[in-house]
């Protein structure tokens, strides 16, 4: 459901549920949010959980877990990014409660059945219908307060999941026009809040973009790009929706030769004339990330990430080579311009 002051839906739709002991999940930095739940739920609520963290690692999991079960939680209800709709998932899938999301970034993993967990040091990521959430309230009002460039690399990590939908081999008519819809109101939503700070429909462009893109992850196969993100952020640490931010680019960019009807829908729905370049370039005009470098990645590390994207196959519009990957990643971390003209 969308809308401002939705907060309050939390309360009716944990009752449809049949569920009345609430855990109720944060990030360390946002459990103000948890407080805010928590005073909408009253007696509903059993207990907070403020230790959601990037990549959902299994012994995070594992501590949350050992907290649902001590105080007998019936339900599991998320508030916050991406980071805290993963564990939240790992919870759902490993208990069968029900769970209840209220986002307030766009990452879109909201909506969809799959779920990435990092152990010793690699991310994987499965799918199952029980791991998609059965409530989802969008609440404009939550992310008034969510700071520009957290904005911004989250509706750009949103992005990415639309351009790779775009391109994916069991695509439909129905997923091309969401990824096409996603695309362009995101832009849209990012173009209009930086130009007005405190603009309400450009946070609700934002959500509902984040909606379609979340769909079209949760609908068909992803490629280089969320492979390579993965390995970025599980392996190396690297912060999630910035990776894929300064990423997007250069795997657009290197699956263009192979993917070129996709990238003319996308040049369109950015209003740029070339898709990678295009992008890159409003990025930068944004204030965002353009650098792995400037994420705390070496070069020094690029062959380890390479090894580890291919290792495992994976869908993609063109083949992926370990040099081409090499390459891919050299440029990357030197935030290497991406030429129109290629």
């Given at each position: 459901?969308f809308g401002?002051?939705t907060l309050?839906?939390?309360?009716?739709?944990?009752?449809r549920?049949g569920?009345?002991?609430?855990?109720?999940?944060?990030?360390p930095?946002?459990a103000?949010l948890?407080?805010r739940?928590?005073?909408?739920l009253g007696e509903a609520?059993?207990?907070?959980?403020?230790g959601a963290?990037?990549?959902?690692?299994?012994e995070v999991t594992?501590?949350?877990?050992?907290r649902?079960r001590?105080?007998?939680?019936?339900?599991?209800?998320?508030?916050g990014?991406?980071?805290?709709t993963?564990?939240g998932k790992?919870?759902a899938?490993?208990?069968?409660?029900p769970?209840v999301?209220?986002?307030?970034?766009?990452s879109?993993?909201?909506?969809?059945s799959?779920?990435?967990?990092?152990t010793e040091?690699?991310?994987?990521?499965?799918?199952?219908?029980?791991?998609?959430?059965?409530?989802?309230?969008?609440?404009?009002?939550?992310?008034?307060?969510l700071?520009?460039?957290?904005?911004?690399?989250?509706?750009?990590?949103?992005?990415?999941?639309a351009?790779?939908?775009?391109?994916?081999?069991d695509r439909?008519?129905?997923?091309?026009?969401?990824?096409?819809d996603?695309i362009t109101?995101?832009?849209?939503g990012?173009?209009?809040?930086?130009r007005?700070?405190?603009?309400?429909?450009a946070?609700?462009?934002?959500?509902?973009?984040a909606?379609?893109a979340?769909?079209?992850?949760?609908?068909?196969e992803?490629g280089l790009?969320?492979?390579l993100?993965?390995?970025?952020?599980g392996?190396?640490a690297l912060?999630h929706a910035?990776?894929h931010?300064?990423?997007?680019p250069?795997?657009?960019a290197?699956?263009?030769p192979?993917?070129?009807a996709?990238?003319a829908?996308?040049?369109?729905?950015?209003g740029?004339d070339?898709?990678?370049?295009g992008?890159?370039?409003l990025?930068a005009?944004?204030g965002g990330p353009t650098?792995?470098?400037?994420?705390?990645?070496?070069?020094?590390?690029?062959?380890r990430?390479?090894?580890l994207?291919?290792?495992?196959?994976?869908?993609?519009?063109?083949e992926?080579r370990?040099d081409?990957?090499?390459?891919?990643?050299v440029?990357a971390?030197?935030?290497?311009?991406?030429?129109?003209?290629?």
């Amino acid at each position: 459901m969308f809308g401002s002051g939705t907060l309050r839906r939390v309360a009716s739709e944990l009752e449809r549920l049949g569920a009345s002991r609430a855990l109720v999940l944060s990030t360390p930095g946002r459990a103000d949010l948890a407080d805010r739940v928590v005073a909408v739920l009253g007696e509903a609520v059993v207990g907070t959980f403020a230790g959601a963290v990037m990549h959902t690692p299994v012994e995070v999991t594992e501590e949350a877990l050992s907290r649902a079960r001590a105080v007998s939680a019936d339900s599991i209800v998320s508030v916050g990014g991406g980071s805290t709709t993963g564990l939240g998932k790992a919870l759902a899938v490993r208990t069968g409660l029900p769970h209840v999301v209220l986002p307030t970034t766009y990452s879109g993993s909201e909506v969809t059945s799959m779920l990435g967990e990092t152990t010793e040091g690699e991310k994987v990521t499965r799918r199952a219908p029980e791991i998609l959430p059965d409530v989802v309230i969008y609440d404009v009002d939550l992310t008034l307060t969510l700071p520009w460039p957290v904005t911004l690399t989250s509706g750009i990590n949103a992005m990415a999941h639309a351009v790779e939908a775009l391109y994916a081999d069991d695509r439909t008519a129905r997923t091309e026009q969401q990824a096409t819809d996603a695309i362009t109101a995101i832009t849209s939503g990012l173009h209009d809040l930086h130009r007005d700070a405190d603009s309400t429909d450009a946070r609700s462009d934002l959500l509902y973009g984040a909606y379609l893109a979340g769909t079209c992850l949760g609908g068909v196969e992803m490629g280089l790009h969320h492979k390579l993100c993965h390995t970025l952020g599980g392996s190396f640490a690297l912060p999630h929706a910035p990776t894929h931010t300064v990423v997007l680019p250069y795997v657009m960019a290197f699956n263009q030769p192979a993917a070129d009807a996709a990238m003319a829908t996308t040049a369109k729905a950015l209003g740029v004339d070339d898709a990678p370049s295009g992008l890159q370039a409003l990025v930068a005009s944004w204030g965002g990330p353009t650098s792995l470098g400037d994420l705390g990645f070496r070069t020094s590390d690029v062959p380890r990430a390479a090894e580890l994207t291919t290792k495992r196959p994976f869908a993609n519009p063109r083949e992926v080579r370990h040099d081409d990957l090499v390459a891919l990643l050299v440029s990357a971390t030197d935030g290497t311009r991406i030429g129109a003209n290629r």
